[in-house]
């Protein structure tokens, strides 16, 4: 008996060291929607977590929308309340997978490849599709892409009369620090 869960043990220690984890819970989101001739409209999030599965290129990441902040505070406040109604809808993820990823590819020099999951955003999942740029450097991985979203694909309303100060593509920066864990 003793000999089975020394076996077992070891069976589970070695598959955890081969499934290896990088992850982060300091990502950051940018986003802006501003219009020119009118205040800017960017938030950004630093405490964004995500998780990679370096061996089958899968990627989750989650980000709390009351993380976002903004040069104004009744920004923010318009921002969590008005559109994202964050106390009802606290988050927004995405669950998806770097295809054909291969770890041992990375290097210091930025690989692109092609991302593809589901995005939900204020309750509602669309699938996206984009690129994604990974770099090696001292054991870490840093994931970096840009996306496009529209705040009506997302079930977020603008009110009429802020419409046109209020850019209908939204640009979404995001950039991972990954490490072992």
Do not use: W
Request: some cysteine.
């Amino acid at each position: 008996m003793k000999n089975i869960t020394i076996i077992t043990f070891c069976l589970f220690v070695a598959n955890v060291s081969l499934a290896q984890k990088m992850m982060t819970r300091t990502g950051e989101i940018k986003f802006e929607a501003s219009m020119p001739a009118f205040e800017e409209i960017a938030g950004k999030n630093t405490t964004v977590s995500a998780i990679l599965d370096e061996s089958t290129g899968d990627l989750a990441a989650l980000a709390l929308i009351k993380a976002f902040k903004f040069k104004a505070p009744l920004m923010e406040e318009h921002f969590n309340e008005n559109y994202m109604e964050s106390n009802k809808i606290p988050k927004a993820n995405f669950n998806g997978k770097i295809i054909n990823f291969d770890a041992s590819k990375i290097t210091s020099k930025k690989t692109d490849y092609d991302l593809e999951g589901d995005l939900t955003i204020h309750g509602v999942t669309k699938k996206i599709k984009t690129k994604i740029a990974l770099v090696s450097n001292s054991g870490k991985i840093t994931a970096t892409t840009n996306l496009i979203v529209k705040a009506k694909d997302y079930a977020i309303e603008i009110p009429s009369l802020v419409k046109s100060k209020i850019a209908e593509d939204i640009k979404v920066g995001i950039n991972l620090m990954l490490e072992a864990k």
